[in-house]
């Protein structure tokens, strides 16, 4: 069952590259509905929604990519931007914030 959930996510990024919402969308779904406990799924699902206006749902998949990874930067960012289109900027700030607080690996 887990490589079925990976090649609907696959399918799901070829569609999104295509600039194919709905059809990546659909993919994912499928691939949460098999296995729910990938946040990089969850995460370009919100990507997906976002890029479909539908910013509200964005923010609930970001939510549960961050709740299965809290140190997930890219959602917690994306996350922002899609609060940041719902007007809740207080919100957005503070997704930007965790961002900032995540410990990042540098390189010397």
């Not at 996350?79 to 957005?92: I, K, M, N, S, W």
């Amino acid at each position: 069952m887990k490589d079925l959930a990976e090649q609907y996510s696959n399918e799901g990024f070829i569609f999104f590259t295509q600039y194919n919402f709905s059809e990546a969308l659909a993919n994912f779904d499928k691939a949460i509905a098999i296995n729910s406990n990938i946040a990089e799924v969850w995460s370009i699902r919100g990507d997906a929604l976002r890029e479909l206006g539908r910013y509200a749902e964005a923010v609930d998949s970001y939510d549960k990519a961050v709740t299965i990874n809290p140190n997930y930067s890219e959602a917690w960012s994306f996350r922002g931007d899609a609060l940041r289109e719902l007007g809740r900027h207080a919100e957005a700030d503070d997704s930007y914030n965790k961002v900032l607080a995540i410990p990042h690996i540098t390189q010397k």
